[in-house]
């Protein structure tokens, strides 16, 4: 009596957030625990961060062709004619094809004292300097491919970063699922645990009447009382697993611990989806987030290799100079538009040694070939899983389908072992051992249904098709009780 009162006290501590919440409407469906999950897990949270970060490097890269302006200015205030004032503003820009243009407009006032024994005032005057430059690399720098190579590689970055967090979101989402369906699972289970109770004290109340009667012995009501005791032992433990699966499916949705949650109690039922292995591999190749990975990577290494090549030529640049070297009088004759003269000039260069260029090389060429074995492997892989996801649906179909029939068998066991002893025909072992193939019969079918559900929504992932934002809709079947009464 004792631990029967224990038993419903702790069953009482244990399921009272989830009264708590079924009072307030606060049931959480799977997909808005996938909802939640996209919003507050700390794992997407950091795949968002390593996004962000890669669009800073996207914008970092981007501000190299942009205009750099910097002006350098050193003057007095109020007195135009003190010494050593400068105004200078250099302007550069980087094209994408190799080219680079700078623009330099300054001027710097001076001024030379006259010589001894000779009067008169100083004579004050501005050197001014502006330089216009077109420099154009013919073979090592040319090219929107090997100019534009940072840029390239932060878009790179840039994309894979969203490629892993569309990949992390699915398996966030399976992660979610297979917390939630253990969660309602387990509910399952604890409803029928305490059907299993509640039928193994009515048999120990029958057995204890029988008993007095002298029509049983004293083994049929030991085995009665062996029957509750193993019952409630099932109960407590589903109690105790059924907390430990709410707290895990409180993490990975990114809720506190504090905060209380429950679920629907139900799980959908397998629907058919008729697809061939051939198919299904096909699907996975055009849709798989991590093949399309692979394929920039090694799309990346080819780039890297051409670019590795470009950096073995020698330097051979065409310059194109504008120029005007004056002195003037005041500040603003330093700033006038003539007096250009136009110089043309070449620089060629090229080191000796060449190694680490030729090693970069080499390095390129061999991440070219590893990126594309990991290609092949990872395509072999993706057919692998599928074939391997498709039998497990079907295998869970199968078990399903048998365990169905399992709980009808033992189902109909248990009447007729109870009929037998109430009518006196035998003893209880037949009822008590009918029970425990019934508990065992109900948890497996519950099981097989939970990983079923579950199995679906693996099988798009490895389709690469599933998007938690909108396949979650309670596996986006009809929902089927897994209790049965």
Do not use: C
């Amino acid at each position: 009596m004792k631990s029967n009162i224990l038993l419903s006290l702790v069953g009482g501590l244990l399921f009272w957030p989830a009264a708590a919440i079924a009072q307030t409407g606060g049931v959480m469906t799977l997909k808005q625990a996938v909802d939640e999950a996209l919003v507050n897990n700390d794992r997407l949270l950091n795949e968002h961060a390593a996004t962000e970060q890669a669009e800073l490097g996207v914008r970092l890269a981007k501000n190299d062709f942009q205009p750099q302006v910097i002006p350098n200015v050193t003057g007095s205030f109020g007195q135009s004619d003190v010494n050593g004032q400068s105004y200078r503003v250099d302007l550069s820009q980087r094209l994408r094809t190799g080219t680079k243009v700078d623009l330099s407009v300054g001027t710097a006032s001076a001024k030379i004292a006259p010589q001894p024994g000779v009067l008169g005032p100083d004579q004050r005057f501005y050197n001014a300097d502006t330089t216009v430059t077109l420099t154009q690399p013919l073979l090592r720098g040319f090219g929107r491919q090997v100019a534009g190579s940072v840029l390239a590689t932060a878009k790179f970055q840039q994309a894979q970063s969203v490629r892993q967090q569309k990949l992390s979101e699915q398996e966030v989402a399976i992660e979610v699922a297979t917390a939630y369906y253990r969660l309602v699972a387990l509910h399952a289970f604890v409803d029928v645990a305490r059907q299993s109770v509640d039928r193994s004290k009515k048999l120990a109340e029958s057995s204890q009447a029988k008993l007095t009667a002298g029509l049983v012995s004293q083994l049929d009501v030991l085995r009665a009382q062996q029957l509750v005791t193993d019952a409630e032992t099932q109960l407590f433990d589903a109690l105790s697993a059924a907390e430990d699966a709410r707290d895990r499916l409180r993490f990975v949705i990114g809720r506190h611990d504090s905060q209380p949650i429950d679920v629907v109690r139900r799980i959908p039922s397998p629907e058919p989806e008729p697809i061939d292995a051939d198919q299904a591999s096909r699907t996975a190749l055009d849709n798989r987030v991590d093949l399309q990975a692979r394929d920039a990577e090694r799309a990346e290494a080819d780039r890297q290799v051409r670019v590795s090549r470009n950096q073995l030529l020698p330097q051979v640049d065409v310059n194109l100079a504008l120029a005007r070297r004056q002195t003037a009088n005041s500040l603003l004759e330093s700033f006038r538009m003539g007096g250009f003269q136009v110089a043309t000039f070449f620089t060629i260069s090229m080191a000796v040694d060449r190694t680490a260029q030729t090693v970069a090389l080499q390095n390129a060429v061999l991440e070219r070939d590893r990126r594309t074995r990991d290609r092949s492997t990872l395509e072999r892989q993706v057919a692998t899983e599928v074939r391997s996801a498709l039998r497990d649906r079907d295998r869970l179909r199968r078990q399903l389908a048998a365990a169905e029939t399992n709980v009808g068998i033992s189902e109909t066991e248990v009447d007729v072992a109870r009929l037998r002893f109430e009518h006196g025909l035998s003893d209880n072992l037949d009822v008590v051992n009918a029970e425990a193939s019934l508990l065992a019969a109900e948890s497996r079918r519950i099981q097989v249904l939970a990983d079923a559900a579950l199995a679906r929504l693996r099988l798009r992932a490895t389709l690469g098709v599933l998007n938690p934002a909108t396949d979650m809709d309670d596996a986006a079947g009809t929902a089927a009780s897994p209790v049965r009464h």
